[in-house]
T-cell receptor, first 114, second 112 residues
């Protein structure tokens, strides 16, 4: 069984630029969630995609957007990067076919905005 | 507004002893709780979970206790091993695992 993978592992961008982060879900999972983890903090929920539709969003502005593809892989796009966007971005996959949904995380992409 | 709190940033325990990590929450709508372990440069690894209809769940060396009236949960690791040294995150969900709310983590160090 393949786990959750993310690319790239590290990325450096400048303020105002746009970035796309990628995630490949664990085999058999139909749901993907994205989280932002700032230094010294716990992960914060950005949004979730279920069967290619956004299924809920946390307290993040519209410049954070996403996509989920038919093979359940996913992208997180961030426009107009700000310095505070520097963080570890985590993708988690799960399945909604069970009573409770346990999320399994990838290794993350560390983004630095200069 | 931090709805999940882990008030101990760090904990040091001797190998073979019990490690107890604590977590408090404020939202009474949370119905599913999880513990994750995180090593540096890796993503969080799922450890154990508990539904709000239970007060205890056990998996090998790991046991999670839930006290709904106190809005408190704890993770017990017995016996602790040096490989358990990591940051432990408590997470809670208002809808059976959707949109996890995380604490800030507790760094556990298990010394030989």
């Amino acid at each position: 069984e393949t786990g959750v993978t993310q690319s790239p592992t590290h990325l450096i961008k400048t303020r105002g630029q746009q970035v796309t982060l990628r995630c490949s879900s664990q085999s058999g999972h139909n749901t993907v969630s994205w989280y932002q983890q700032a230094l010294g903090q716990g992960p914060q929920f950005i949004f979730q995609y279920y069967r290619e539709e956004e299924n809920g969003r946390g307290n993040f502005p519209p410049r954070f957007s996403g996509l989920q593809f038919p093979n359940y892989s996913s992208e997180l796009n961030v426009n107009a990067l700000e310095l505070d966007d520097s963080a570890l971005y985590l993708c988690a996959s799960s399945t909604k076919d069970r009573v409770q949904e346990t999320q399994y995380f990838g290794p993350g992409t560390r983004l630095l905005v200069l | 507004d931090q709805q999940v709190k882990q008030n101990s940033p760090s904990l040091s325990v001797q190998e073979g002893r019990i490690s107890i990590l604590n977590c408090d929450y404020t939202n009474s709508m949370f119905d599913y709780f999880l513990w994750y372990k995180k090593y540096p440069a890796e993503g969080p690894t799922f450890l154990i979970s508990i539904s709000s209809i239970k007060d205890k769940n056990e998996d090998g060396r790991f046991t999670v206790f839930l006290n709904k009236s106190a809005k408190h949960l704890s993770l017990h690791i017995v016996p602790s091993q040096p490989g358990d040294s990591a940051v432990y995150f408590c997470a809670a969900s208002p809808n059976s695992g959707y949109a996890l709310n995380f604490g800030k983590g507790t760094s556990l160090l298990v010394t030989p």
